[in-house]
């Protein structure tokens, strides 16, 4: 069954700096590679998607994935992060012969300084 | 405007209580999930249904109920079997292309 790691739990940044969010999953064919964002209370928003193709997946709010098959890494970017950003973000991986056992990572809570 | 409602947003229960969160989609998604979140943890699965009058378990599903009499609808009951109920659920529903979960705003329940 697959599986999915986000190695930090929060991360903290300042305005107007760059930001990247980890996440490594463990799936033995390609996988289906998603980010939601969370803010507090609320529901999950889908931030963007890998299905196939280049492996460089952009998204909404600027933000940005790269798949990269050989680290088995999603992580998420973006070159200049807004106060606005600060939620918890899932990276999640679905299976595509069982569209229902989609999996969630625990989360990272970004925290953005002023 | 398309999209996932859930409702309540905030409920109450005592224990030994059943209680029945509402689920309505009108995306026309075939797919409907229950999600389990607790603070600093992952989304787990409770239920999910493929098709109206299926449902299946997922990795919790003790102490919950479901059912599909609609396309549109897939109501949650958080039976007093569950011991330990106190926490946000999510609903979600999937589109057509590829595996793509969408999510309604979620519900929270407190065991009082």
């Known amino acids: 069954a697959q599986s999915v790691t986000q190695p930090d739990i929060h991360i903290t940044v300042s305005e107007g700096a760059s930001l990247e969010l980890r996440c490594n999953y463990s799936y033995g064919a390609t996988p289906y590679l998603f980010w939601y964002v969370q803010s507090p209370g609320q529901g999950l928003q889908l931030l963007l998607k890998y299905f196939s193709g280049d492996t460089l997946v952009q998204g909404i709010k600027g933000f940005e994935a790269e798949f990269k098959r050989s680290q088995s890494s999603f992580n998420l970017r973006k070159p200049s992060v807004h106060w606005s950003d600060a939620a918890e973000y899932f990276c999640?991986?679905?299976?595509?012969?069982?569209?229902?056992?989609?999996?969630f990572g625990a989360g990272t809570r970004l925290t953005v300084k002023p | 405007d398309g999209g996932i409602t859930q409702s309540p947003k905030y409920l109450f229960r005592k224990e030994g209580q059943n209680v029945t969160l509402s689920c309505e989609q009108n995306l026309n998604h075939d797919a409907m999930y229950w999600y389990r979140q607790d603070p600093g943890q992952g989304l787990r699965l409770i239920y999910y249904s493929q098709i109206v009058n299926d449902f299946q378990k997922g990795d919790i599903a003790e102490g919950y109920s479901v059912s599909r009499e609609k396309k549109e609808s897939f109501p949650l009951t958080v039976t007093s079997a569950q011991k330990n109920p106190t926490a946000f659920y999510l609903c979600?529903?999937?589109?057509?292309?590829?595996?793509?979960?969408?999510f309604g705003e979620g519900s929270w329940l407190t065991v009082v």
């Open positions: 999640a991986v679905g299976a595509l012969h069982n569209n229902n056992d989609m999996r």
């Open positions: 979600a529903s999937r589109g057509p292309e590829g595996n793509t979960i969408y």
